[in-house]
């Protein structure tokens, strides 16, 4: 029999598979709703040994999301980690420099536990402005320059993944104008995969 692979899917409701889906965390003990809508469903459909933990809460800051790193990442031993943090920041009104001081410090937080990090930029949503999606492009620019020397960080580039062709800032295919729909959610699974695959032979 294969080894199982645990993977922890950390962060806020793009993870957790809003509005479709209610994680483990929001509905235990195992999630409610369409399973379909949560990008961890399709990792696990295209690799049957990834056993990927659904730990997003819709609504949550980046440092709410922080907050849970031990209990949720560090507790599960997982050998990788996905980390999606900073709409609602943006969407709050909160500064770049607030995000990128919390994905730092759960980047290190998993990285010290010798967990593979990869870091996901922060997907659009279609009703925000200029300034928001300025913010967006910021953070996310940040995520990516991260990885670059980083051997234990991976980029993946999450928002590229959903967002409309020609336009970066909207949804391709959204049931609400500020989440994927379960085509997005696969979308999402099919960028993180390779990223993941990658990240998890460096230690298997």
Same mark, same amino acid.
């Not at 029999?1 to 993870?15: F, K, N």
């Not at 999301?65 to 990788?80: E, L, Q, Y």
């Given at each position: 029999?294969?080894?199982?692979?645990?993977i922890v899917a950390l962060g806020d409701s793009t993870t957790a598979g809003t509005p479709g889906f209610l994680s483990p965390l929001?509905?235990?003990?195992?999630?409610?709703?369409?399973?379909?809508s949560q990008y961890a469903h399709w990792l696990m459909k295209s690799e049957p040994t990834w056993d990927v933990i659904n730990c997003?809460?819709?609504?949550?800051?980046?440092?709410?999301?922080?907050?849970?790193?031990?209990?949720?990442?560090?507790?599960?031993?997982?050998?990788?980690?996905?980390?999606?943090?900073?709409?609602?920041?943006?969407?709050?009104?909160?500064?770049?420099?607030?995000? !990128?001081?919390?994905?730092?410090?759960? %980047?290190?937080?998993? @990285?010290? +536990?010798?967990?593979? #990090?990869?870091? =996901?930029?922060?997907?659009?949503?279609?009703?925000?402005?200029?300034?928001?999606?300025?913010?967006?492009?910021?953070?996310?620019?940040?995520?990516?320059?991260?990885t670059r020397n980083e051997p234990a960080i991976a980029f993946v580039d999450t928002r590229a993944a959903v967002a409309a062709p020609?336009?970066?800032?909207?949804?391709?295919?959204?049931?609400?104008? !500020?989440?994927?729909?379960?085509?997005? %959610?696969?979308?999402? @699974?099919? +960028?993180?995969?390779? #990223?993941?695959? =990658?990240?998890?032979?460096?230690?298997?």
């Amino acid at each position: 029999m294969a080894e199982r692979i645990r993977i922890v899917a950390l962060g806020d409701s793009t993870t957790a598979g809003t509005p479709g889906f209610l994680s483990p965390l929001e509905a235990p003990p195992d999630g409610k709703g369409d399973i379909t809508s949560q990008y961890a469903h399709w990792l696990m459909k295209s690799e049957p040994t990834w056993d990927v933990i659904n730990c997003g809460v819709n609504g949550e800051r980046s440092d709410q999301i922080a907050a849970r790193v031990v209990r949720d990442v560090i507790g599960a031993s997982p050998s990788a980690v996905v980390i999606i943090a900073g709409v609602n920041d943006v969407y709050q009104g909160r500064t770049v420099e607030h995000v !990128l001081a919390q994905l730092r410090t759960m %980047y290190d937080r998993a @990285a010290h +536990a010798g967990i593979r #990090v990869v870091g =996901g930029t922060i997907v659009p949503y279609n009703t925000a402005g200029p300034a928001e999606n300025e913010r967006m492009r910021q953070i996310n620019a940040w995520i990516r320059e991260q990885t670059r020397n980083e051997p234990a960080i991976a980029f993946v580039d999450t928002r590229a993944a959903v967002a409309a062709p020609g336009n970066i800032d909207h949804l391709a295919e959204s049931p609400d104008g !500020l989440h994927p729909s379960p085509g997005g %959610y696969r979308a999402m @699974a099919d +960028a993180i995969r390779p #990223v993941l695959q =990658g990240a998890l032979r460096g230690i298997l």
